[in-house]
């Protein structure tokens, strides 16, 4: 049996990854210039693909899964276009990627695998093209997470693959000389975390329920009113 003390829970892990975004989101608007800061904030989208592809897992309820990840994807939508600071190209906040990657386990695991494969392409295709946070990575390693979620050789192993391959995607146009491909490697260390989770919820009450959702919109508002204060 695992020893609760010395493993991730559920609530663990995500405050782990909330507090590594508020560093990143945090660096990227008051520290710019220091670039290599953010490798920090790499924990963060992993744990939370991790977490959503778990959630499907255990939900008793998808509609609502998916409608609070939407709603908070929309409210996060006005001040993450303000943080990012790109009115020309609108960029959409990484909620809605999570959301893309859930819908597309539905859809492989109750479709059928044409439908679910026709759906999830569409949908990766989307947040590559769509300017997505995270891109198709982000729905592709959601994906792999669920199918890989009782093999931890199996997750290690596809996360890693798309991880290089995420990597090689700003290597490749950025050149070796860039800072950014050296950043994106650190998504690496997510794993390792990861594989402490102990299949276990932690503090689970409707505050800890409602507290990373509501995190997302508030945390980035208020970087962005202080931003404009100081």
Not at 80 to 101: E, H, R
Not at 191 to 199: A, D, G, H, R, V
Request: include cysteine; aromatic fraction near 20%.
């Amino acid at each position: 049996m695992l020893d609760s003390r010395k493993y991730l829970n559920a609530f663990q892990l995500k405050l782990i990854a909330a507090c590594a975004m508020l560093i990143d989101h945090t660096v990227y608007v008051f520290y710019s210039e220091q670039l290599f800061l953010r490798s920090i904030g790499r924990l963060a989208f992993p744990i939370f693909a991790y977490m959503v592809a778990i959630g499907y897992s255990r939900t008793r309820n998808l509609k609502n899964y998916i409608f609070r990840m939407l709603l908070f994807a929309i409210l996060a939508q006005v001040p993450y276009v303000f943080m990012i600071g790109d009115f020309k190209n609108i960029p959409f906040n990484v909620i809605f990627t999570l959301l893309f990657g859930l819908i597309s386990i539905y859809a492989i695991d109750k479709g059928g695998l044409i439908i679910g494969f026709i759906v999830s392409l569409a949908l990766a295709l989307f947040a590559q093209f769509g300017g997505f946070d995270h891109y198709a990575f982000g729905v592709l390693l959601v994906i792999a997470f669920y199918y890989t979620r009782d093999s931890k050789l199996l997750r290690n192993i596809s996360s890693t693959i798309l991880i290089l391959l995420f990597t090689l995607s700003y290597l490749i146009p950025y050149g070796v000389e860039s800072w950014i491909w050296i950043i994106i490697l650190f998504y690496l260390f997510a794993i390792p975390f990861i594989n402490l989770y102990n299949n276990k919820k932690g503090i689970d009450n409707p505050f800890t329920k409602w507290f990373f959702y509501v995190f997302y919109p508030i945390h980035i508002s208020l970087i962005v009113l202080l931003s404009k204060i100081l």
